[in-house]
């Protein structure tokens, strides 16, 4: 059950640092990844799936 906690935890931290990173982007880098700033959430969820 600890285990799970922290999986989830982990996963949850990765989500908000993620986020917070690609909010603070410029349009312009954002658009260079090929990323709008409609998917920041999804593109923060799928990154956070992965770890």
Not at 30 to 50: K, M, P, V
Request: glycine fraction near 2%; proline fraction near 2%.
């Amino acid at each position: 059950m600890l285990h799970e906690f922290r999986r989830r935890f982990a996963r949850w931290l990765a989500y908000r640092q993620t986020l917070a990173s690609l909010r603070h982007v410029p349009d312009s880098t954002l658009a260079d990844a090929g990323i709008s700033r409609e998917e920041i959430r999804e593109r923060a969820r799928h990154a956070a799936l992965r770890r």
